[in-house]
């Protein structure tokens, strides 16, 4: 049974920081390419943040220099420190691979910045 378990969200103000993680257990991950996304109600789940193969990362516009995404393939873990929080980085942040499996998805971590 495969499952990803994000972690780590919370309430923060402005301009703070927090740091997420993705727990994959059920298959090895290692050699999947590992994304963050994120959910507001009422819009689309949007791509935040790829880690490649080659240990390439990506990025949407809105959060280059601000997120950083990281892997420990010994650990099954992907992270997504988030700094220089902003309100509108408000959402719910789900990890999965890229592109998404659906049967991948969890119950992802509210992250909540107030201004």
């Known amino acids: 049974h495969v499952q990803l378990v994000e972690s780590g969200g919370g309430l923060v103000q402005s301009a703070g920081s927090l740091r997420l993680s993705c727990v994959a257990s059920?298959?090895?991950?290692?050699?999947?390419?590992m994304a963050w996304y994120r959910q507001v109600p009422g819009k689309q789940r949007e791509l935040v943040a790829t880690?490649?193969?080659?240990?390439?990362?990506n990025y949407v516009d809105s959060v280059k220099g601000r997120f950083t995404i990281s892997r420990d393939n010994a650990k099954n873990t992907v992270y997504l420190q988030m700094n220089s929080l902003k309100p509108e980085d408000t959402a719910v942040y789900y990890c999965?691979?890229?592109?998404?499996?659906?049967?991948?998805w969890g119950q992802g971590t509210q992250v909540t910045v107030s201004s």
């Open positions: 999965n691979t890229n592109p998404y499996r659906s049967v991948y």
């Open positions: 059920g298959r090895d991950f290692s050699t999947s390419v």
């Open positions: 880690f490649t193969r080659g240990s390439n990362t």
